[in-house]
């Protein structure tokens, strides 16, 4: 069963321009939704964790610049610019917080980014 | 050094093998997960664990927060086994903040 459905699944970006990601959430009982980022050397790294509708988040990294969104429950999205180099962003669930198996991660397809 | 470190790099095994993959980290965690990463890039969960052993069909993973590793055996390895695994460990204070190792790359040989 799907928990989280992400798009684009690719998408290849102009330098210099911007991209908007999407994430939905399938299942309410996963409340707890973040990104993380894949280089092209494969190491993951978390970006965001965003709980309640409204909340925002920015953040630079090598190679790009991040501002995440949690639009609804069951809607984050992710706007990527100034990117620099190519990557895979993940969008990842769970259902709760900290110490326990309520923490298990569940992951999105992913959506590659390659830089033109 | 790295938080998180995992050996081998690579692993290649035969079907109907056995083998282990260790992830070691610099301090206690909280908790630690395992997941697979498959040729098309979906990243499948295989275990959380706050302590202790767990086990699902031919995998088995152990956490030792006091000594600060974890491993996973594959056993009976199947082609569909093969991919990268990550360990990714949960800092007490981190919530869904987890910290990544750089994976195993496991391929499997009929």
């Known amino acids: ?116 | 050094g790295m938080p998180v470190e995992q050996n081998p790099p690579a692993l290649s095994l035969y079907e109907g093998a056995e083998s282990g993959l260790r992830c070691n980290f610099s301090t206690t965690m909280k908790g630690v997960q395992w997941f697979q990463q498959n040729h098309r890039g979906r990243l499948i969960t295989l275990f959380y664990l706050a302590q202790g052993t767990k086990e699902n069909g031919r995998l088995k993973s152990t956490f030792n927060s006091k000594e600060r590793y974890s491993t996973l055996h594959i056993k009976d390895a199947q082609l569909e086994d093969s991919g990268t695994y990550f360990c990714a460990v949960e800092a007490n204070s981190a919530g869904n903040k987890l910290t990544f190792g750089i994976g195993t790359r496991v391929l499997v040989r009929p």
Do not use: H
């Open chain 1, 1 to 116: 069963v799907t928990l989280l459905e992400q798009n684009p699944r690719w998408r290849l970006v102009p330098r210099g321009q911007a991209v908007n990601l999407r994430c939905i959430l399938k299942n309410s009982q996963y409340p707890w939704m973040s990104w993380y980022q894949q280089d092209l050397q494969k190491q993951l790294q978390w970006l965001f964790t965003l709980r309640s509708p409204g909340d925002k988040e920015v953040k630079s990294l090598p190679g790009a610049d991040y501002l995440a969104t949690r639009v609804t429950d069951t809607e984050l999205r992710l706007q990527v610019a100034n990117m620099s180099q190519g990557r895979t962003l993940y969008c990842t669930c769970s259902s709760g917080l900290g110490g326990t198996s309520q923490n298990t991660l569940y992951f999105g397809a992913g959506t590659r980014l390659s830089v033109l």
